[in-house]
């Protein structure tokens, strides 16, 4: 399973995770920052879990090109 956190509100909205992983990332209209695609919220992190593991490079390189390091992946 790929396990995939992002830790929204210190976001930037610099747009690179969207532009390394469109599938899961989408910028919001509404506050100029990232929003995790079917990621589910608890204290302040979304946490998205799949076995699909096509997204598993994609969302690796959206995690190293983030300036602020919020973007975690992790495989259980
Ligand atoms: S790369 Fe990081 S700071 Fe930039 S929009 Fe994505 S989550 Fe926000």
Do not use: W
Request: proline share 3%; with cysteine; aromatic share 6%.
């Amino acid at each position: 399973m790929v396990i995939i956190t992002l830790q929204r509100n210190k976001c930037i909205g610099c747009n690179y995770c969207v532009e390394m992983a469109p599938s899961q990332f989408q910028m919001s209209k509404k506050d100029g920052k990232t929003v995790l695609l079917h990621g589910i919220e608890k204290k302040g992190f979304f946490t998205l879990k799949s076995n699909d593991f096509n997204i598993l490079e994609a969302c690796e390189n959206a995690s190293k090109a983030c300036p602020v390091n919020i973007i975690s992946v992790k495989i259980n």
